[in-house]
């Protein structure tokens, strides 16, 4: 899995708590992604990052915020999490060798299953 | 804007028959098109991608795609289906004026092979 992991692997959370996904490589890729995966809907993009403390919106960022500190991690934040934030959320990392580009291929973690009550 | 259809949410077929995964897109610049196959509880696996050389792309696992212009298709196909080939595939396009390769997918084929 081109040495990305992604913690926690699984969760379960109440309505109205914060929660944080971590994603961590080990690759140096310059970019780093974060999708939530839904029944119907395929992949979506939620923040996706282009270099340390630059982040920039997805498709369906509303209730999501991302941080960058390190290039290694990128933690995605649900500041209060809601019953439609049940999801598969993946971790993705493209940019080898710190090139950029729409061909870059991306790698993909092995995914963190929350669910909300 | 960029956009990903893929034909067929449940595709099934016999061990042995030829596989026919159907994917059209549209995007307002030249694509880079992939294809994703993710098996149960693992994520995303790049199986190929398009990215203006040849327009037949073989990838792995025996399968290949073609990239069409003007019928803005690409499609997965495989010769002959092997029971590991069960999983769940996803056509994506690629675009961004950022840079980096941000990713619209379609919904997704779930393939089923039969024995």
């Known amino acids: 899995d081109a040495g990305i992991t992604q913690s926690p692997r699984h969760k379960v959370t109440e309505t109205g708590t914060p929660v944080t996904l971590r994603c961590h490589q080990t690759e140096n890729h310059r970019y780093m992604y974060w999708y939530r995966q839904d029944p119907g809907h395929g992949l979506r993009l939620i923040h996706y990052?282009?270099?340390?403390?630059?982040?920039d919106k997805g498709e369906v960022s509303d209730g999501y915020s991302v941080s960058r500190s390190k290039t290694e991690d990128f933690l995605l934040t649900l500041e209060s999490a809601t019953s439609s934030q049940t999801s598969v959320y993946f971790c993705?990392?493209?940019?080898?060798?710190?090139?950029?580009?729409?061909?870059?291929?991306?790698?993909f973690g092995p995914g963190t299953r929350l669910l909300v009550l | 804007a960029q956009s990903v259809t893929q034909l067929g949410s449940h595709v099934s077929v016999s061990e042995g028959a030829l596989v026919l995964l159907r994917c059209n897109y549209s995007?307002?610049?030249?694509?880079?098109l992939f294809w994703y196959v993710q098996y149960p509880n693992q994520g995303l696996q790049l199986l190929l991608k398009?990215?203006?050389?040849?327009?037949l792309v073989k990838g792995i696992n025996g399968f290949e795609a073609e990239f069409k212009k003007s019928e803005t298709s690409f499609h997965l196909t495989k010769p002959s289906a092997h029971m590991s080939d069960a999983a769940e595939y996803f056509c994506?396009?690629?675009?961004?004026?950022?840079?980096?390769?941000?990713?619209?997918f379609g919904e997704g084929t779930q393939l089923t092979v039969n024995p």
């Open positions: 993705a990392i493209s940019g080898t060798g710190g090139l950029a580009g729409p061909q870059e291929t991306q790698y």
């Open positions: 994506a396009v690629s675009g961004g004026a950022t840079g980096g390769s941000r990713l619209t």
């Open positions: 990052s282009y270099g340390v403390k630059d982040t």
């Open positions: 995007s307002s610049v030249p694509p880079y």
């Open positions: 398009y990215t203006s050389a040849a327009t």
